[in-house]
C-alpha cells in the first residue's frame, strides 16, 4: 500500500495540503511511527525518534 502511495502521488503534493497536518509526508510518517509503537512497549517509547521531529509541527519544507 506504501509503495503505491509513494508512486501514484506526485512530487508536489508530497508537503503541501489544505490543512497543514494532513500532508502526505505527515501522514506516512505518522503510520510509521505508530507502527513503531505498537511494536514496542508504551514505557518509555520515544516518539519522533525516527528522524527526530513533531510530525504535527514541522514546517512542511
Known sequence: ???DVSENIPD???RA???LYLT???IVYHDLE???FSNSTTDGFAWGHRFTI???SISQE
Request: with cysteine.
Open 54 to 56: 513533531d510530525w504535527e
Open 17 to 19: 495540503g489544505d490543512v
Open 24 to 26: 502526505p509526508a505527515r
Open 34 to 36: 505508530c507502527v513503531d
Open 12 to 14: 508536489e503534493h508530497w
Open 1 to 3: 500500500m506504501y509503495h
